[in-house]
Nanobody
């Protein structure tokens, strides 16, 4: 069992930055791939970024490449999403997700555990 708790969301102006954190419980967190997904009002949840168990492989949606960076610290059981050059279209609830795999997690149907979400609002 893994519990995920996101933090770091908030209100920021366009062009600004935020860093989201996903803190996980469980001693085997380093065996999980972790992804960030987001859901804007009236839209389906979409993939944002993912990182494999070791942090050696990362994946990004085209819409955030070059602006967002995912990283993890397995000693702290935490995954981060650094978001720079934020745009109003980045406004959404951001969810952390974990999958017990040596591969990755980029599809919501692959997810084993979800966090509760954190709101990110980017004003123009």
């Amino acid at each position: 069992q893994v519990q995920l708790v996101e933090s770091g969301g908030g209100l920021v102006q366009a062009g600004g930055s935020l860093r989201l954190s996903c803190a996980a419980s469980g001693r085997t967190f380093s065996s999980y791939a972790v992804g960030w997904f987001r859901q804007a009002p009236g839209k389906e949840r979409e993939f944002v970024a993912a990182i494999n168990w070791s942090g050696g492989n990362t994946y990004y949606a085209d819409s955030v490449k070059g602006r967002f960076t995912i990283s993890r610290d397995n000693a702290k059981n935490t995954v981060y999403l650094q978001m720079n050059s934020l745009k109003p279209e980045d406004t959404a609830v951001y969810y952390c997700a974990a999958r017990y795999t040596l591969a990755t997690v980029t599809r919501d149907y692959e997810v084993d555990y979800w966090g509760q979400g954190t709101q990110v609002t980017v004003s123009s």
